[in-house]
């Protein structure tokens, strides 16, 4: 099986993180954390921002 990751934060998607649209169907391709009801949550965060917002988060769960 194919793991799925969040096109905006890289978090490992499953069936329960899925962001969702306006019309409550579910988004394969954004997490809850960054996509709920068919907008980005923080849409004028920058690539950077992101990525000093996700590293700690990565680094507890394992990853170097």
């Known amino acids: ?7 905006s934060c890289g978090m490992l998607l499953s069936e ?3 962001g969702t649209e306006l019309s ?3 988004n394969h391709e954004y997490c809850i ?3 709920e009801k068919g907008e980005f949550k923080q849409p004028d965060i ?3 921002k992101m990525i000093k917002a ?8 394992g990853m170097t």
């Not at 099986?1 to 096109?7: A, F, N, V």
């Open 1 to 7: 099986m194919e793991q799925k990751y969040c096109q």
């Open 46 to 48: 920058t690539m950077e």
């Open 54 to 61: 996700c590293v700690p988060f990565m680094v507890e769960k």
């Open 16 to 18: 329960e993180l899925y």
């Open 24 to 26: 409550k169907a579910k």
């Open 33 to 35: 954390y960054c996509y």
